[in-house]
Every structure is written in C-alpha cells, then in structure tokens.
C-alpha cells in the first residue's frame, strides 16, 4: 500500500516553455501533497506543500508564479514549471501523505531538463 | 528552530562490516521520526517510522532505534546492495511537512 506514482518520469523541454509534472496517490486518498526539488549529490528541498481545495503554501524563496501548483482531487496534485529556463533543470519528487499518519510516500521522481 | 542532524556524511564498509548511522535532532516537539533509503534518480523509500524514545524497529539486516535526543539506523553484516543514502527525518506537529536530514551515504564494497 501507500503508492505514489509520478508522470512523466523525465522530460525535455526549451527555455520559455511551461513543463507540468502530475503526482498521484494511487491506494489512498491525500489531503495534503508536497513538492520537493533536488540537485545532484544534494539533499531534498521543499519547494511547497499542496492541500487539496486551497491555495499551495510555498517555502521561502519559491516562486510561487513560476512553480504553479494545483491539488484539484484527493489523490492528484499538479506542478507546472511556468517559462522554464535552464537553471530549472533539477529532478523534482513529490510525496503525499495518507490522512492520520505521519509518513509521507514518495513519487519515483521526475528529471526535467530545460536546454 | 527545528534541526535534524545526521552523521557521517559519508561511510564506506565491507561487506559483512556492521556499522550505524546516527541521526540526532533539536525540534520543539516530536510527533514521529522517519527513516528512508534513496537510491540515485529514485524517489526515496520509506523504511521505518518511530514514536517514542526505547522503540526499535527492524527489517532484514536494518534496525532503527530512538533516544531522547537521537536515533540510530543500525546495519548489521551489510551487502552491496545496501548502499544508498539513508534519510532521517521528524515530524514535529499537526499537518507540517517533515524536517529532513542531509542524509548519510552508504557504500557497501563486495
């Protein structure tokens, strides 16, 4: 149990254009999903937590209109990388968490490269 | 403000050499303390979760422990195919995201 699955698992794309990435809890229903990004040999970094219903809440330093963040159902949460520059580039995870736990359950991760 | 240290950063063993992981934290009050393995390019898996200090909890060649101040991610005659960064993290209070560790990686040498 506690899956979560990403799509795409990578994904090209040219400077300026906008890249979505879905999250999705596939065995059990999330009311709140997080969005993390990571560099290489580099720990994760928390870009936003998403609650379904209401506006993401996003950590200090993230753009909040470049990195769009939709949680429109209780088992998909949506980031859409808006005009996407090369500095962009990262691979990005997101994680839900299973009402009434603490465990959060990661996505396998999407690599996005912007050339 | 809420820390999670973990240490060494770094750690290379044989196989067969048992070793632990430490991961110790400051936080304001602890609802949960979480270890994951993360592969290269994968997402990172979960493998145990902690509640109180004195709990131990343990997998195949992995056992977690927790202190007061402290956990530690016990390996004991470790294989190749353990190497991976642990992940130490804690939950603090209510709905709030965990607080992660830098992480320790593992290189487990045939």
Redesign the interface.
Known sequence: GAVVSQHPSWVICKSGTSVKIECRSLDFQATTMFWYRQFPKQSLMLMATSNEGSKATYEQGVEKDKFLINHASLTLSTLTVTSAHPEDSSFYICSARPPGRGEQFFGPGTRLTVL | EDQVTQSPEALRLQEGESSSLNCSYTVSGL??L?W?RQDP??????LF?LYSAGEEKEKERLKATLTKKESFLHITAPKPEDSATY?C?V?VSG????V????TRLSVIA
Not at chain 2, 95 to 98: E, H, S, V
């Open positions: 609802r949960g979480f994951y390019g994968k997402g990172p898996e979960f979760t992940l993290a939950q709905n709030t995201p965990l992660f560790g830098k992480g």
